[in-house]
């Protein structure tokens, strides 16, 4: 509760500033749902796996939850933990034949009234082959000679003599199937034997040729009780409604939801992975009538995909006609718009492009060109709405900027899009042209990781020097930027981004020599040889990498204009700078620019002489000052230009390039008055305040600044915020 209750403060604010700006808000949840968690009305599902000498139906995404083989089986995956031996077959590794979420049936996870526990019984071992068995308790004595022992509870399902009486409220005896148990014709006991609880399984075991040996090992739920579903999502819309007034409730189709991709038995129109969503939509509209909420809440669709491959445009036959129907675009923003848009006939419909990817996140994306194509794709589909997914804000402004303009005018070309927007950012039009070249040019650059980094080695000379050129023709360009001191700040953070990537694709190719050079002087045979080809080699080496660390490091900071850049700069430490590799052993150490592991081992080679220590922050990251080189300054989060009265103003600063010190506001109404000072609460280099309701109510539009130490905020001047509803507020406090 107290993390619910920390999610709908945060958002109300949000939604209710957003209110305030015209702005429509959303919030929404992936599906297929689960319904509520109480005893009676929570279900996990079975889904089917296969490998070419076992098959099984086991509750989970995968067998045994995100791992293609569990703890109890037999572990024929390569680098998976320690080496088991013998090794097991490999024809143990087990395939998802219909795919991730292959919902063939659903269990209550814990005991309800009349249920009896379901069992998977395993006669192997974690070194030896074994088959998989479905079962309730006590396990038939054939069974139990064959070797079989209960290695996981598949939760509880219903007994062959069921009633409508025995069910909880809101079930339907009509809608459970039975539980069968098949096996493979002509083998033994301890042979394959799977279980069935679908149509779809039923005709794969007559097709392999496996015979029915329990008819009804008990009785499953086809689907979940539309019931349980609708009073999930009346529970769902009412706290959404009253703790967070959301004009839009929305609900996603996964990214790795099967029909999206594939067609065919098990993925289409009528396979559980559409009637299951459908089911939820379905429900959530009831929910929404229940509740007369229909004047008061929109509802949607979205997802990786318009719908399910087998017709993209199918929610437009099913859903009812209020719905707003959305998808982000295909393949990270790479693919253009889904024609099946132009499809959808009785619903309103959303774009969503991408105005960033994950795998380049710390990186440049600037991709105005391509939301322009896209915008104007939608419009001769009839579109009438457009989003964008994004993770940063101030780091694909210029996106952001063009989807708003090119909305409000469809004529609006990415090259004036590019122009008006470095008019306003740097007093400076002509400057679009050089921020165009940009464009998609990180995609061409080495990346790894997720989010994703220029690292994991030396990108190809051609993308690397192209990238490189646009950096100096933009740095070189600074002239062009008006002397404005707001221009010229822009510019400077922008300029320290694109030579931040610069400085990443140089730390990466430095990073990579690492490994292989450490490699050939541990292969040496005498210390003294390990100790010259050290010194000589790897001492230059790394010495460059501790340079490339603080370059990187003072570049992305001077970059920083909000929580987006502070978020690169907080992956980059752990992941460029100080963490270990995830596959390093006691022969290769990571190749990260700070790696300590690496470090030390470098010092016990040259020896202990004083003479030929290394400095302490190549030993000991924890000492490496990232503020090197940055010029400090304080960093304003999520500024705010207008507050209503109602609610409280809060500043947060980050002390950036220096010691955090104590820091202090100083306020006062716009234009007037004495000077208000407050001490902000800092811990470590972020500081707080929070101007009261009490305190807007005594004041006029606020002007403020911060300062701490010799730094300010801003450098000269002040920053004002407009209290809106104030006049309303101080009267109904009178």
Same mark, same amino acid.
């Given at each position: /509760?107290?993390?619910?209750?920390?999610?709908?403060?945060?958002?109300?604010? &949000?939604?209710?500033?957003?209110?305030?700006?015209?702005?429509?808000?959303?919030?929404?949840?992936?599906?297929?749902?689960?319904?509520?968690?109480?005893?009676?009305?929570?279900?996990?599902?079975?889904?089917?796996?296969?490998?070419?000498?076992?098959?099984?139906?086991?509750?989970?995404?995968?067998?045994?939850?995100?791992?293609?083989?569990?703890?109890?089986?037999?572990?024929?995956?390569?680098?998976?933990?320690?080496?088991?031996?013998?090794?097991?077959?490999?024809?143990?590794?087990?395939?998802?034949?219909?795919?991730?979420?292959?919902?063939?049936?659903?269990?209550?996870?814990?005991?309800?009234?009349?249920?009896?526990?379901?069992?998977?019984?395993?006669?192997?071992?974690?070194?030896?082959?074994?088959?998989?068995?479905?079962?309730?308790?006590?396990?038939?004595?054939?069974? %139990?000679?064959?070797?079989?022992?209960?290695?996981?509870?598949?939760?509880?399902?219903? =007994?062959?003599?069921?009633?409508?009486?025995?069910?909880?409220?809101?079930?339907?005896?009509?809608?459970?199937?039975?539980?069968?148990?098949?096996?493979?014709?002509?083998? %033994?006991?301890?042979?394959?034997?799977?279980?069935?609880?679908?149509?779809?399984?039923?005709?794969?075991?007559?097709?392999?040729?496996?015979?029915?040996?329990?008819?009804?090992?008990?009785?499953?739920?086809?689907?979940?009780?539309?019931?349980?579903?609708?009073?999930?999502?009346?529970?769902?819309?009412?706290?959404?409604?009253?703790?967070?007034?959301?004009?839009?409730?929305?609900?996603?189709?996964?990214?790795?939801?099967?029909?999206?991709?594939?067609?065919?038995?098990?993925?289409?129109?009528?396979?559980?992975?559409?009637?299951?969503?459908?089911?939820?939509?379905?429900?959530?509209?009831?929910?929404?009538?229940?509740?007369?909420?229909?004047?008061?809440?929109?509802?949607?669709?979205?997802?990786?995909?318009?719908?399910?491959?087998?017709?993209?445009?199918?929610?437009?036959?099913?859903?009812?006609?209020?719905?707003?129907?959305?998808?982000?675009?295909?393949?990270? *923003?790479?693919? *253009?718009?889904?024609?099946?848009?132009?499809?959808?006939?009785?619903?309103?419909?959303?774009?969503?492009?991408?105005?960033?990817?994950?795998?380049?996140?710390?990186?440049?994306?600037?991709?105005?060109?391509?939301?322009?194509?896209?915008?104007?794709?939608?419009?001769?589909?009839?579109?009438?709405?457009?989003?964008?997914?994004?993770?940063?804000?101030?780091?694909?402004?210029?996106?952001?900027?063009?989807?708003?303009?090119?909305?409000?005018?469809?004529?609006?070309?990415?090259?004036?899009?590019?122009?008006?927007?470095?008019?306003?950012?740097?007093?400076? &039009?002509?400057?679009?042209?050089?921020?165009?070249?940009?464009?998609?040019?990180?995609?061409?650059?080495?990346?790894?990781?997720?989010?994703?980094?220029?690292?994991?080695?030396?990108?190809?000379?051609?993308?690397? %020097?192209?990238?490189?050129?646009?950096?100096?023709?933009?740095?070189?360009?600074?002239?062009?930027?008006?002397?404005?001191?707001?221009?010229?700040? #822009?510019?400077?953070?922008?300029?320290?981004?694109?030579?931040?990537?610069?400085?990443?694709?140089?730390?990466?190719?430095?990073?990579?020599?690492?490994? =292989?050079?450490?490699?050939?002087?541990?292969? /040496?045979?005498?210390?003294?040889?390990?100790?010259?080809? %050290?010194?000589?080699?790897?001492? =230059?080496?790394?010495?460059?990498?501790?340079?490339?660390?603080?370059?990187?490091?003072?570049?992305?900071?001077?970059?920083?204009?909000?929580?987006?850049?502070?978020?690169?700069?907080?992956?980059?430490?752990?992941?460029?700078?100080?963490?270990?590799?995830?596959?390093?052993?006691?022969?290769?150490?990571?190749?990260?620019?700070? #790696?300590?592991?690496?470090?030390?081992?470098?010092?016990?080679?040259?020896? $202990?002489?004083?003479?030929?220590?290394?400095?302490?922050?190549?030993?000991? $990251?924890?000492?490496?000052?990232?503020?090197?080189?940055?010029?400090?300054?304080?960093?304003?989060?999520?500024?705010?230009?207008?507050?209503?009265?109602?609610?409280?103003?809060?500043?947060?600063?980050?002390?950036?390039?220096?010691?955090?010190?104590?820091?202090?506001?100083?306020?006062?109404?716009?234009?007037?008055?004495?000077?208000?000072?407050?001490?902000?609460?800092?811990?470590?280099?972020?500081?707080?305040?929070?101007?009261?309701?009490?305190?807007?109510? &005594?004041?006029?539009?606020?002007?403020?600044?911060?300062?701490?130490?010799?730094?300010?905020?801003?450098?000269? *001047?002040?920053?004002?915020?407009?209290?809106?509803?104030?006049?309303?507020?101080?009267?109904?406090? &009178?």
């Amino acid at each position: /509760m107290a993390a619910y209750n920390y999610a709908k403060d945060l958002l109300r604010g &949000a939604f209710d500033f957003a209110k305030t700006k015209g702005i429509k808000t959303a919030i929404g949840s992936e599906v297929p749902a689960m319904p509520p968690k109480s005893l009676s009305t929570t279900l996990d599902y079975l889904g089917f796996y296969t490998s070419p000498r076992d098959q099984f139906t086991t509750t989970g995404k995968y067998p045994c939850e995100y791992s293609m083989t569990c703890d109890w089986m037999c572990d024929p995956v390569a680098g998976r933990g320690p080496a088991k031996a013998p090794r097991c077959s490999a024809a143990y590794t087990y395939a998802l034949p219909y795919g991730h979420h292959n919902v063939q049936s659903w269990t209550h996870p814990r005991r309800v009234p009349h249920s009896v526990q379901l069992f998977t019984f395993y006669n192997g071992t974690t070194t030896t082959d074994g088959n998989t068995l479905l079962s309730t308790a006590p396990l038939p004595p054939r069974y %139990a000679r064959s070797g079989y022992k209960s290695v996981r509870s598949e939760g509880f399902i219903f =007994p062959p003599n069921v009633t409508q009486a025995m069910l909880p409220s809101g079930a339907l005896v009509s809608e459970l199937r039975p539980l069968k148990l098949w096996r493979k014709a002509g083998a %033994a006991d301890g042979g394959d034997i799977f279980a069935s609880s679908s149509a779809l399984l039923d005709s794969r075991a007559k097709a392999g040729n496996f015979t029915e040996l329990v008819a009804v090992l008990g009785f499953v739920y086809s689907r979940r009780p539309p019931a349980w579903l609708q009073q999930l999502y009346e529970g769902v819309l009412t706290r959404l409604d009253k703790g967070m007034g959301a004009d839009l409730v929305w609900l996603w189709t996964q990214e790795i939801w099967n029909p999206r991709a594939q067609t065919g038995v098990g993925y289409g129109l009528n396979s559980s992975g559409v009637t299951s969503v459908v089911e939820d939509f379905l429900a959530l509209d009831a929910a929404r009538k229940a509740l007369n909420a229909e004047g008061r809440i929109e509802l949607g669709t979205s997802g990786w995909t318009l719908g399910p491959k087998a017709n993209r445009a199918y929610w437009d036959q099913v859903l009812p006609k209020d719905w707003l129907l959305s998808s982000i675009d295909e393949n990270l *923003g790479t693919a *253009g718009i889904e024609p099946e848009y132009a499809d959808v006939k009785n619903h309103r419909k959303m774009i969503i492009p991408w105005a960033e990817d994950d795998p380049h996140l710390g990186a440049t994306q600037l991709w105005v060109s391509r939301t322009v194509s896209h915008l104007e794709q939608a419009a001769n589909m009839s579109v009438t709405g457009a989003s964008l997914i994004t993770w940063r804000m101030e780091a694909v402004g210029p996106t952001i900027f063009a989807l708003a303009k090119k909305t409000q005018n469809i004529s609006l070309t990415a090259a004036d899009a590019w122009a008006a927007w470095a008019d306003g950012e740097f007093g400076s &039009a002509e400057l679009g042209a050089l921020f165009s070249q940009f464009e998609g040019l990180e995609q061409h650059l080495k990346t790894n990781g997720c989010p994703g980094f220029v690292s994991g080695g030396c990108s190809s000379n051609a993308s690397a %020097a192209t990238y490189k050129t646009a950096v100096r023709d933009l740095v070189a360009a600074s002239g062009k930027v008006s002397a404005d001191p707001a221009h010229q700040k #822009n510019f400077a953070h922008w300029a320290s981004l694109v030579r931040f990537v610069a400085a990443s694709i140089d730390g990466a190719c430095l990073a990579a020599k690492w490994v =292989p050079s450490a490699g050939a002087v541990r292969a /040496m045979g005498s210390a003294a040889a390990r100790k010259a080809a %050290a010194k000589a080699m790897l001492v =230059p080496l790394k010495a460059a990498m501790v340079k490339a660390a603080e370059n990187m490091s003072s570049l992305l900071i001077s970059a920083a204009q909000g929580p987006g850049e502070m978020g690169m700069l907080s992956t980059m430490n752990d992941v460029l700078l100080l963490a270990s590799c995830n596959k390093c052993n006691a022969n290769s150490f990571g190749e990260n620019l700070l #790696n300590a592991s690496a470090a030390a081992e470098l010092q016990r080679w040259l020896g $202990p002489a004083a003479a030929e220590r290394l400095p302490a922050a190549w030993l000991d $990251p924890s000492l490496f000052r990232h503020e090197h080189g940055a010029e400090p300054r304080l960093l304003m989060l999520s500024q705010r230009t207008s507050v209503a009265a109602s609610e409280p103003l809060e500043l947060n600063v980050i002390v950036l390039g220096a010691a955090a010190s104590d820091a202090t506001l100083h306020y006062r109404s716009l234009g007037r008055g004495r000077w208000a000072r407050a001490a902000m609460r800092c811990a470590a280099a972020h500081c707080s305040y929070a101007l009261s309701t009490s305190a807007l109510r &005594a004041l006029d539009d606020v002007e403020y600044f911060i300062t701490a130490g010799p730094l300010r905020l801003p450098g000269s *001047g002040t920053h004002t915020v407009v209290v809106e509803g104030r006049l309303t507020a101080r009267r109904g406090h &009178a």
